[in-house]
């Protein structure tokens, strides 16, 4: 996320290369190019390679959310595996007393994080 919100800072109309972000952010250059590839992926950066080359965001820093980032990187926000295509595919939805809890949690939990976008976090300081 430290990634992203630098990039919507410091890009201005130009690509920004990893080595700038990971020194600003003090984040290893080698864990910013293991995640590069699942921003790139979903569509959250763009990429530029060659003497200019570097990173960039592809969405607009108010339009990138909290929640697109985590779903990037992490995978499913759901807490529970039955949750993560749906409560329908849960095999046992109709028995299961406590799937109204994760289903509610999972529910709040992408509406959090669907809320908050890069904008919000510098902006908030």
């Known amino acids: 996320m430290r990634m ?12 920004v290369s990893l080595a700038d972000i990971a ?6 250059k080698k864990y910013l190019e293991q995640i590069v590839p699942m921003l790139s992926k979903a ?10 080359g570097g990173y960039m965001l592809n969405v607009p820093a108010d339009k990138c959310s909290v929640g697109d980032i985590l779903r990037a990187t992490e995978g499913s926000l759901a807490p529970v595996a039955c949750l993560e295509y749906g409560e329908n595919t849960c095999p046992r939805k109709d028995e299961c007393i406590t799937l109204y809890v994760w ?8 509406e959090y994080f669907d809320g908050i976008t890069l904008q919000n976090i510098i902006e908030h300081k």
């Open 23 to 28: 020194e600003r952010q003090n984040i290893s």
């Open 4 to 15: 992203l919100v630098d990039l919507a800072q410091n890009q201005g109309e130009k690509f």
């Open 103 to 110: 289903d509610d949690f999972f529910r709040l939990t992408n």
């Open 43 to 52: 569509g959250l950066i763009r990429t530029n390679r060659g003497n200019r």
